[in-house]
């Protein structure tokens, strides 16, 4: 039996990274799994080959999170291919950094819109569905900088400092209807956007860290089966940092 038998997973952004690491763990535990990205080419066809390894069911979606309208369009699709969702992890992200005198209209528009502003189109989307099946995990991933900023960041921090508030709100307003929500705040995490920053950046970044290491997208994985699980059936309206103290 896996923590997830009989589930249905709904992840945006899932192709790579984090994302993909999230719906490999769920899958494991026996949740069937829908994962969007903004295409469905080589890369996530390679994902959904990795899902299928464990016999669960799995399809992608080609989808602009961002897009109101392409989100409620998407999530219909879902349910009439899947029949359920009771997880929904608010994944998909990008990041335009600069300084705030340098930084574009447009730079920060990118970035609220992509982070910000497709969680609450999938949240408006799948409400309603989990509403009438009276429970549901909604799961934002924040970032440690969503909590205490970071210069440079400011448009990427703003975003994921209101996918915190957006969970805290959501718990409160459909808890009653039985809908969890929660956030992770991940730190630095080893993926291949950081992978490309120089060897010497990587490992003073490190020395940062408290655990001496940077964290993999499994360690944030393992948070997130956490949240959608019935382990953390009593806790929303939570952050919860995966970052080896370097953020606490």
């Known amino acids: 039996m896996g923590l997830l038998d009989g589930k249905v997973a709904l992840i945006t952004g899932a192709a790579k990274g984090i994302g993909k690491a999230v719906a490999l763990k769920f899958a494991s535990e026996g949740a069937d799994i829908a994962f969007t990205d903004l295409a469905i080419n080589d890369v996530a ?4 080959a990795e899902i299928q390894a464990y ?3 799995v399809k992608a979606y080609a989808s602009d999170a961002s897009d109101f309208e392409a989100a409620h369009a998407v999530v219909t699709e ?8 009771d997880i929904l992890v608010n994944n998909a992200g990008i990041t335009k950094d600069g300084l705030m005198m340098r930084m574009s209209e447009a730079q920060w528009d990118a970035v609220l819109t992509v982070n910000l502003k497709s969680a609450f189109n999938f949240i408006h989307a799948c409400t309603p569905v989990m509403a009438k099946q009276r429970c549901g995990s909604i799961i934002n991933m924040s970032s440690v900088v969503g909590v205490s900023g ?3 960041q400011c448009n990427y921090s703003a975003s994921k400092a209101g996918l915190i508030g957006l969970a805290k709100s959501i718990a409160k307003e459909m808890g009653p209807r039985g809908i969890r929500a929660n956030c992770i705040a991940p730190g630095f995490i080893i993926t291949d956007m ?6 010497k950046v990587r490992e003073e970044w490190a020395k940062t860290i408290p655990l001496r290491r940077g964290g993999t997208p499994e360690d944030v994985a393992n948070v997130a089966l956490f949240l959608a699980s019935d382990l953390s059936s009593y806790v929303s309206g ?6 080896g103290a370097m953020n606490c």
């Open 238 to 243: 939570q952050v919860i940092h995966c970052c």
């Open 78 to 85: 879902i349910l009439a291919d899947f029949g359920r969702i």
């Open 194 to 199: 950081t992978m490309s920053l120089p060897e």
């Open 150 to 152: 970071n210069a440079g």
């Open 45 to 48: 066809e390679n994902t959904v």
């Open 55 to 57: 016999g669960v069911k």
